[in-house]
C-alpha cells in the first residue's frame, strides 16, 4: 500500500532541521588554514591598536609649538636630528625646534607631537623649513584610536574572511579555536546514472547532482566522500547508507525519496530505525525531500530531480551545516526585489524558482526554463524567487522576496 505523508509547511521543515542540528566540538586550527571556519570564540584586543603614537606619513616628527607663527613670509625652521622608519625607535627627545625625520609606521619620538608631510617642507643644510603651523596632535596616529585593550572586536559565530585573519594576526593568533567540520558523506542513487568514463546507453542519464552538491559542499570547505550506487537495489543502497554513517556525521543522498517502485529511501530509513524529521513539504520543487535522524547523524534525502535536490540543499542541508559549524547567521539572507517578467503559472505551494537577480537594479526574473528536472537554470542562477503558496499570476513590476544564494559572478565597471 501507498504509503500516506503529512506534508508540512517549509518554515516548519527548515526549524525541524535547525532544531535538531548540534554544533561540533570545538577545535583549534592554524591560522592559514582558518578560512571558511566560524570563530568558536569572541576575540578580544590584546592590546591597543595602534599599540603607539605613529606617524601617518613620510617627514617629519616636531613640536606643534615651535611651528607657531609659521607663514610663507615667515617660514620656520627645524634641524634634523634623528631619523627612523617604521620598526625603529627614536631615542632622542625633541627640544624646541629640532626634528626627528621619521617614515610612515614610525613611533612618535618622545617631545613630539605633530607630523610635518615632506611635501610640506623644504630642506636645507640642518634640516628643513616650513610655512603653517601645526596643532598638537595633527597627523598622528593615536595609539588605541581603532581598538582599545579589552575591547569585543569580534564574536564566536562570526564567519572567517579574510578580513577576520587580518584582525587574527593582528593579536598574534598563531591559532584559532573553531568548530570541527563534519564530515559529509554522499551518495548519488539511481541505476540510470551512469558515471563520466561510461557509455551513455539508452535510457541513461549522467550524475550531475553528485557533482553539484559536492561542488557546494566545496564551497564551505567540507569533506566529502562520495559512494558509488550501481544500482537501485535495496540491500546494496542500506549497505552502503550503512558504511556511510558508520564513517560520517552526515549522510547526504539524492533520488529515490518518492513512491516509485525502485525508490528505496523511504524503507531504508525504516530498517536503520531513523527518525523522519519530515517527508513531505509543501514546497515545489523538492516535496518529496526527506530528513532523517539516526543517533546524533542527519541524514538529507534530496530529491532526484537536479532543481529539487539542489533548493533541498541550500534550505535544508546548508542552514544546518552552518549550525554545526557554530555559524551566527544559518540563513540565507532574503531581500525583495522587482520581478522583470510575468510569471503565471499557479503556486499551490511555496515555489522556489532558479532565479537571476540583477542586485544593483532589485530587479529578478526566473533563470530560463525551471522544472523541477531542471539543470542549466541552477547554472544561471545567483538566487531563489520565494512565492508562497496559494498565489498566481505575478506580473512583471511586482514585488517578491528572493533568497540569496550566490552573487559572486557579478560586476561593473564605475
Ligand atoms: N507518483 C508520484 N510520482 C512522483 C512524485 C509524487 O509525489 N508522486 N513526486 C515527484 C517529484 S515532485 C519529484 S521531485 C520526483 C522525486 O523523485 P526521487 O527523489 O525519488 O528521485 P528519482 O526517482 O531517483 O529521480 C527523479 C529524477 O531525477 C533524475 N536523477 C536522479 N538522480 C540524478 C542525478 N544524480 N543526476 C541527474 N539526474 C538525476 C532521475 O533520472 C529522474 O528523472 O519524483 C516525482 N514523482
Ligand atoms: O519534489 Mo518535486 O521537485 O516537487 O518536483
Ligand atoms: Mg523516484
Not at 611651528?67 to 613670509?73: E, H, I
Not at 579555536?177 to 539511481?190: C, E, Y
Not at 522544472?371 to 508562497?388: C, D, G, H, Q, T
Not at 506580473?395 to 560586476?411: E, S
Request: aromatic letters at 6%; a negative charge.
Amino acid at each position: 500500500m501507498l504509503e500516506k505523508r503529512t506534508v508540512i509547511d517549509v518554515q516548519e521543515a527548515i526549524n525541524r532541521c535547525i532544531i535538531y542540528a548540534t554544533e561540533m566540538p570545538t577545535t583549534e586550527v592554524e591560522l592559514e588554514k582558518s578560512l571558511g571556519y566560524y570563530l568558536a570564540e569572541d576575540i578580544i584586543a590584546s592590546y591597543d591598536i595602534p599599540m603607539f603614537d605613529k606617524s601617518p606619513y613620510d617627514g617629519y616628527a616636531v613640536r606643534s609649538a615651535a611651528t607657531a607663527g609659521a607663514s610663507g613670509d615667515n617660514r620656520v625652521a627645524f634641524k634634523s636630528i634623528d631619523h627612523i622608519g617604521a620598526g625603529s625607535v627614536s631615542d632622542k627627545t625633541l627640544s624646541h625646534n629640532e626634528a626627528v625625520r621619521i617614515m610612515t609606521g614610525a613611533p612618535i619620538p618622545s617631545g613630539a607631537d605633530a607630523v610635518v608631510m615632506l611635501e610640506q617642507t623644504v630642506a636645507t643644510e640642518e634640516g628643513f623649513t616650513l610655512r603653517k603651523s601645526f596643532t598638537s596632535g595633527e597627523n598622528i596616529s593615536k595609539q588605541g584610536e581603532e581598538c582599545k585593550k579589552g575591547d569585543v572586536i569580534l564574536t564566536s559565530g562570526t564567519l572567517i574572511t579574510p578580513g577576520v585573519i587580518a584582525v587574527l594576526a593582528t593579536f598574534s593568533y598563531q591559532q584559532v579555536a573553531v568548530r570541527k567540520r563534519p564530515s559529509v558523506a554522499l551518495i548519488a542513487t539511481g541505476s540510470e546514472l551512469a558515471e563520466a568514463d561510461a557509455e551513455l546507453t539508452p535510457g541513461k542519464i549522467r550524475n550531475s547532482n553528485g557533482p553539484m552538491i559536492a561542488g557546494l559542499l566545496n564551497e564551505m570547505h567540507i569533506q566529502t566522500e562520495s559512494y558509488r550506487v550501481t544500482e537501485d537495489h535495496f540491500e546494496h543502497l542500506l549497505s552502503i547508507v550503512q558504511q556511510a554513517l558508520s564513517k560520517h556525521d552526515i549522510v547526504i543522498t539524492t533520488g529515490g525519496v518518492s513512491v516509485g517502485d525502485f525508490d528505496f529511501m523511504p524503507a531504508i530509513y525504516k530498517a536503520i530505525e531513523a527518525d523522519v524529521l519530515f517527508n513531505k513539504v509543501a514546497m515545489r520543487p523538492g516535496s518529496v525531500t526527506t530528513v532523517a535522524v539516526k543517533d546524533e547523524q542527519m541524514l538529507f534525502g534530496l530529491s532526484g530531480n537536479p532543481s529539487a535536490c539542489y533548493s533541498g540543499f541550500e534550505l535544508f542541508t546548508k542552514p544546518v551545516i552552518k549550525k554545526m559549524l557554530g555559524a551566527k547567521h544559518v540563513h540565507a539572507p532574503v531581500m525583495e526585489a522587482e520581478l522583470s517578467e510575468d510569471f503565471t503559472k499557479a503556486n499551490p505551494f511555496t515555489r522556489f524558482i532558479r532565479a537571476e537577480l540583477d542586485i544593483v537594479n532589485r530587479t529578478v526574473r526566473p533563470a530560463g526554463f525551471n522544472k523541477s528536472n531542471a539543470v542549466v537554470a541552477i547554472a544561471k542562477s545567483n538566487s531563489m524567487i520565494i512565492l508562497p503558496g496559494g498565489t498566481r499570476g505575478f506580473q512583471n513590476g511586482d514585488t517578491v522576496k528572493v533568497m540569496l544564494t550566490r552573487l559572486t559572478d557579478q560586476g561593473q565597471s564605475w
